[in-house]
C-alpha cells in the first residue's frame, strides 16, 4: 500500500516537466490554424512563419518581422489559390 502512495507523487513530478515543454508547440499548432483560411499562398507563408514564434523565442532565435506576426492576431480570409 506504502509503494502505491508513493507512485502518484513521483509520476507527478516525471510529468509536469514534460507538459510545460509542449506550450509553446502547442501555441504554434493553434496559430498555424488560424492560418488555414488565407487563399494566398505567400501571406499563408508569411502567416505560418509567424505562428511558429513561440517556439522561436523558446531556442533564442530572432524575432520574426512584425508583418509576420501580425498576420497571426488576424489573417485576412480569401479564395484558395495554387501558386
Known sequence: MRYKLWLL???TL???PQHALARPRDEVIAG?????AIGDTRLWLDCYYG?????????GMPPV????ARLI???PAG????T
Open 32 to 36: 498555424v490554424f488560424r492560418c488555414a
Open 9 to 11: 507523487p513521483a509520476a
Open 51 to 59: 505562428a511558429a514564434q513561440p517556439v522561436r523565442a523558446q531556442l
Open 73 to 75: 492576431q488576424s489573417p
Open 79 to 82: 479564395d484558395l489559390q495554387a
Open 14 to 16: 516525471v510529468l509536469v
Open 65 to 68: 518581422p512584425a508583418a509576420q
